[in-house]
Structure formats: structure tokens, C-alpha cells
């Protein structure tokens, strides 16, 4: 995979690897959600959210303050709210990640 880009969570339990390309695949104006879906089909990124530890990406969305413990209780949808986070913060500050 050529211009893999480290994304990490602001703990640093989480970490992912995307291209630019697909964060712009996973945030950009309008719904995102059937990209994100479609971004969680790949292999590589699919692999990468399956070894996350589920307590690690509930406590990363859980920082943000915008889900309840009902919501965290969902392992595929807080997938989905991670790699969408991480997508955002590669598209919005893309500098930061350089």
C-alpha cells in the first residue's frame, strides 16, 4: 500500500493505516456512511479494525462525549465511528499527519 498514513487516537491505543485517498473516501460532505461501510469491506482496513481492542475504540469514541454506553455497547457500529473520526481528522488536518 503505497502512502500509508499513520492515524492515532489522541490516547495512542488506537492506531490505524490509511491513504489519503481513503480518508477522502470516508469523510467528505453529505452522508458518509455507506463509504465508511464500503471502506470497512477492504482487507487491509477491515484486518486493522479486527485487532483493535473493543474496550480501546469504546474508550476513543467515549472521549468525544457524542455516544451514550448504550450506543459503545454496538462493536460493529463503533468500527464504523472510528474509522469515520480518523478519516475526518486525516481530510481536515492533513498537515498534522505528514
Do not use: K
Not at 491505543?13 to 461501510?37: F, W
Not at 470497512?40 to 484486518?47: A, C, E, I, S, T
Amino acid at each position: 500500500m503505497s502512502d500509508v498514513i499513520f492515524w492515532s487516537s489522541s490516547s495512542g491505543r488506537v492506531e490505524l493505516q490509511l491513504t489519503m485517498s481513503e480518508a477522502h473516501r470516508g469523510y467528505h460532505p453529505g452522508d458518509c456512511e455507506g463509504d465508511i461501510v464500503d471502506l470497512m469491506r477492504d482487507p487491509f482496513v477491515r484486518g486493522q479494525l479486527e485487532s483493535l481492542d473493543p474496550a480501546d475504540v469504546a474508550d476513543t469514541l467515549r472521549e468525544t462525549g457524542a455516544w451514550t454506553e448504550t450506543h459503545l455497547a454496538d462493536r460493529e457500529a463503533n468500527l464504523m465511528r472510528l474509522l469515520w473520526i480518523a478519516c475526518a481528522d486525516l481530510v481536515d488536518d492533513p498537515d498534522l499527519y505528514q
